[in-house]
């Protein structure tokens, strides 16, 4: 029986494929949900969530390949963000993962790494785009979804790792 089981594909392996493949399909459909329901389902920041989930749910190389793919993937089957934007979306979920890591090895508290690598990661992503309209490369507003969106979907996911940790130690 042991050698029906292909030991590679089991355990965190097969977690992280199948997570994977929800992740490509969820923002596969974001554009095809956002025009049926009318409600714009990327101001509730679907790459970033599926990013954090992968933090903390996968691992942290499958968590750099998810924001390396996400945006471009995005890009490929809608068109949508531009090519600039998906550049800078794909940066700024890098540095998500990074700053996470990096805060990580110096701060044991994750709700305050994923609050603080969110922020980071956001600085750096406003200061380039600002450059990039200011170059007139890019056209649209510096801010397209309003902060206080963006402030709850960091406080939402960080209460999400403080609670999945809570239950965790549980």
Known sequence: MEHVINPS????RTKTILFD????????????LSHLTALPIYYFEPMRILLILALIHTSKS???ILA????????AVSAHPSLI???LITLELLLNVIFFFWLSSVIKNRFVNISLSIIG???VYYTFKYVLISTALLGTGLISTPLYFQLGVILLLALYVLGFDKLKKA
């Open 9 to 12: 594909l089991t355990g965190s």
């Open 21 to 32: 493949i929800l992740a490509v399909l969820f923002i596969y459909f974001v554009p095809v």
């Open 62 to 64: 499958n968590a750099v």
């Open 68 to 75: 390396l793919t996400l945006p471009a993937f995005s890009f």
């Open 85 to 87: 934007k998906t550049g």
């Open 121 to 123: 990661s956001k600085v």
